[in-house]
Structure formats: structure tokens, C-alpha cells
């Protein structure tokens, strides 16, 4: 399964993995069931969760039934603490929408839910992060997850991010971090894949984040940022019942109002 799952994740474009993935897992969800680990987006318990990643799978990540990742997981339990997501009356624009939440932010009355993405066929507009085609001041939230490692010019992409959201809106942007190194990791004149996946894990990223660098982006660009430890939050017990792995810290800013 590990390795089925390492060669589908390389080669298949994301979307139509999850489409795929969605509807092979739940015809066989069942083999998984059990009480050990907990999915906190679908209420759904197993024995355990199945692996995912490209180059050495991660165990216990990928939730069968929702297909949230850990970062999913940690979002999701940062909102439900730390937000009026769930209940206020928002207008979010979500770049690169995850499948694990698309379906569920539409269900949701008090959301006007916008998504936009540069090819994805789930999102409801498409342009490019650069240029986003939407008035200054325009949403109260904005969600951009594991987008920024592909942009060109990525500084540009968060004053763009800036833009759009209104004084007072906030924003969940959350990249892959290297731990062991503050400062990030990019150089333009890489262009080898395989190069580019032994330095910044995917043969598509153009970077890899610094612990201490990137949350200093994020403040260049205007926002005030907080880093918060999901899994400290809830207790180490909950962090593993809810396989929430490396993928703790949740990044979130917010415009000045």
C-alpha cells in the first residue's frame, strides 16, 4: 500500500488522485475501522489511518474517509478554537481548495465560499495567484495551504493576499517547514526535479521554508502573524489520537484593521 501510494502521488495530478482516491477508499473504508485514532473533520474512528507522501510515506496520515491530511486535522481543530469560522457570518476565499473541506465549507449558511485556483476543476474561478482578479478588501477570511512553496515570486503572491482581505480579515497559510534550519532554502538556477526533490521535497517546489524566516515573510508583507502549537493545545494524547504528526504549528495572520 505504501509504495502503490508513493507512485500515485508522484504521478498523478492531485485532483485526480482524491477523485479517484475518494471513491476506491470508502467501498473499503470498513477494513480500517476501529477506536485507536479519531478524524476530528468527519467523526469517523479507525484502527488505523493510511499512509501518505511521495518519496517515504508517512504512516497514519491520510484519513479514509474525509482524505485530510495532518495539516488538514490541526486547521481544522485551530478553527474551532481560535475562530468564529463555524458560526459568523464570513466571505472566504479559498485558494487551492482541499477536497476534504470543499464540500463541507459549501454546506456551511454562513459562508459565502469563493474558491479559486490556477487549474484545479473544483475551484469556481481560475487565474493566477500573482494577479488575483478580485477588488482590494474584498474577504474577511482567506485559506492558502501548501501553495506558496510553487509560486514564482512568493513575496509578491502575499501582498496580493494582503490586498484581498479586509482590515480586520485573516488568513490560515500554511507550507512546509524545515525544523532544523530558520531560514529558507531556494535557489531559481535548480531546475533538475529530482534536485529540486532532494532539497525541497517535491520536484515542483521552488523552496523550502526556514522555521524562523518564514513566519518574517509573512510580517514583510503587513500582517501580523501568530504561530500556535495545535498539538500542545490539545495534549499529546489527542495530537496522536487524531494523527496529527509533525504537522502541529498552524500559521495565522491578520490585517491590521
Known sequence: ?????????????????????????????????GNRFEDPISGKTYRKMLPYG??????????????????????????????????A????????????YLRLFKKQANLDYVTGDLV???ADHHFDVHAIPFEDNAFDVLMANHLLEHVDKDRDVLLEFYRVLKPGGWAILQVPIDMDNPNTEEDRSI???????????????????????????????????????????????????????????????????
Open 191 to 257: 531546475t533538475d526535479p529530482r534536485e529540486r526533490e532532494r532539497l525541497y521535497l517535491q520536484s515542483d517546489h521552488l523552496r523550502l521554508y526556514g522555521h524562523a524566516d518564514y513566519p518574517k515573510r509573512l510580517a514583510d508583507a503587513g500582517f501580523e502573524v501568530q504561530v500556535v502549537d495545535v498539538a500542545d493545545e490539545v495534549g499529546e494524547e489527542l495530537a496522536e489520537r487524531y494523527c496529527l504528526g509533525s504537522e502541529r504549528l498552524v500559521y495565522f495572520v491578520r490585517k491590521p484593521r
Open 120 to 122: 484545479s476543476p473544483w
Open 54 to 87: 511521495r518519496v517515504n510515506p508517512r504512516p497514519n496520515a491520510l484519513a479514509p474517509h474525509s482524505l485530510s491530511l495532518e495539516r488538514h486535522r490541526t486547521i481544522w481543530l485551530f478553527m474551532q478554537r481560535h475562530t468564529d469560522f463555524f458560526t
Open 89 to 100: 457570518p464570513l466571505r472566504m476565499l479559498h485558494l487551492a481548495p482541499e477536497y476534504c
Open 1 to 33: 500500500m505504501q509504495q502503490l501510494i508513493a507512485l500515485f502521488t508522484r504521478f498523478v495530478p492531485r485532483h485526480l488522485l482524491q477523485v479517484w482516491t475518494h471513491w476506491t477508499i470508502l467501498r473499503i473504508a470498513f477494513i480500517w475501522s
